[in-house]
């Protein structure tokens, strides 16, 4: 899908064609799309393309004509039947003329320049309309590692009692998660770095306290995601022995109660052999059948008294 954006009267449009000073936001396009684009503004189809690949690194690429940035955003995906996160790439292709952007899905980083939620955005403003997606960028990063630590926090509530290895799956994956976070971060940072020395982008003295809150974004959560990491691990590890020691404490209290109700099993077993009934204690009396109950209550209580003295219940 093509949609071409150009600011009109200081407010965002959507346009039926893109012209100089405009944006064309490019999500999943086709390879119609892909071709019309190449073909009109001289752009490499392999750099249009390589926002794609879910699997490309992140990159500055400098052409005669165009700079193309590829970094990686977050984004939500379903695994094992559950909402997690994970990152795509996506390009901003700068031209002469206009800004290109490239990505597999629509994503809350660009939705908000489409809507006209981001302050001071001017599509023929190309470098900080670029510091601009950057540092959204940024921030979307922050904001889904603190619905991480959430998560995180209410799966470790469940497994203070629990037996089960679900919510150890669940924080495995918010670990590969964290992981990727970590990764994508990184690789964003280096061409953050890359960015600010190539010469093809201009800077402007106006953008430099905007390029600097990007990095400091940028690095936060990096920050932010190292820590969380670290948590996870140790915490994995912690309630790993958690459960097992949950299992034991269960795998105690049965074993208790089995040996109390063997008592009176083993005595009703006696007395249900088939022996001489003059041999057997309380036969021949019309109270027996009570007697050898109440004998058999009054030792498994007294078993069980010592027992729970012994915390073994």
């Not at 600010?196 to 430099?208: A, C, G, L, T």
């Amino acid at each position: 899908m093509m949609r071409v954006f150009r600011t009109i009267d200081g407010n965002i449009h959507q346009i039926s064609e893109a012209q100089e000073g405009s944006w064309v936001a490019l999500t999943d396009p086709t390879a119609t799309e892909l071709l019309e684009i190449s073909e009109k503004y001289n752009i490499e189809s392999d750099d249009l393309r390589a926002p794609l690949d879910e699997e490309e690194r992140s990159r500055i690429v400098v052409e005669d004509n165009y700079t193309m940035i590829l970094v990686d955003i977050p984004m939500i995906e379903e695994r094992n039947e559950k909402e997690w996160f994970g990152t795509i790439p996506l390009g901003i292709v700068v031209t002469e003329s206009m800004i290109f952007t490239v990505c597999l899905e629509d994503t809350p980083v660009l939705k908000a320049f489409m809507d006209g939620r981001v302050r001071n955005f001017f599509t023929y403003m190309k470098t900080r309309f670029i510091l601009q997606i950057l540092y959204k960028n940024a921030t979307m990063f922050l904001h889904y590692l603190r619905i991480i630590d959430k998560k995180s926090g209410e799966v470790e509530n469940k497994l203070h009692t629990s037996m089960r290895n679900q919510e150890l799956i669940e924080l495995l994956e918010l670990e590969k998660s964290l992981v990727f976070f970590t990764t994508s971060l990184r690789s964003n940072e280096v061409v953050l770095e890359k960015m600010m020395k190539i010469e093809s982008i201009k800077h402007y003295p106006e953008d430099e306290e905007l390029l600097e809150d990007v990095i400091i974004e940028n690095k936060q959560a990096i920050e932010m995601a190292n820590i969380y990491s670290g948590i996870l691990s140790g915490m994995m590890d912690a309630f790993a022995s958690v459960i097992s020691n949950n299992l034991n404490i269960v795998m105690k209290f049965l074993a208790t109660v089995t040996i109390v109700m063997s008592i009176p099993t083993m005595i009703f077993s006696a007395y249900g052999m088939n022996l001489n009934s003059s041999g057997m204690p309380f036969a021949d009396s019309p109270y027996g059948f009570a007697i050898v109950i109440a004998i058999s209550l009054v030792i498994s209580c007294i078993v069980a008294l010592i027992f729970s003295k012994k915390n073994l219940f």
